[in-house]
């Protein structure tokens, strides 16, 4: 059994959580959520609440290819 890779876990997430978190940031734009107004109002609620969500979703996204490629080099091994 080998050991995670600190880096590639690291990049990997990083990657997927910055990318979510765009996405979230994005969609909000589209949807005329902005979350640098001034104040706390409706819409930059709305707007941090995607940017949270899409930061986690890409996360998950993320240790979701890294399981998946895990158990892909599982298989190639055991053959």
């Known amino acids: 059994m080998t050991s995670p890779n600190p880096l590639t876990e ?3 997430d990083a990657v997927g959580f910055v ?3 765009l996405t979230g940031y994005w969609a ?3 949807l005329g959520l ?7 109002d409706n819409a ?3 707007g941090i609440l995607l ?3 899409g930061g986690g979703a890409g996360l998950h996204l993320a240790r979701f290819w890294r399981n998946k490629q895990k158990a892909k ?5 055991a053959s």
């Not at 902005?34 to 706390?40: D, L, M």
């Not at 080099?73 to 091994?77: A, S, V, Y």
């Open 51 to 53: 940017v949270g969500l």
């Open 19 to 21: 990318g979510g978190a």
């Open 10 to 12: 690291g990049i990997s």
């Open 28 to 30: 909000g734009k589209w």
């Open 34 to 40: 902005n979350i640098f107004s001034a104040g706390y």
């Open 73 to 77: 080099d599982k298989d190639n091994d």
């Open 44 to 46: 930059s609620i709305g």
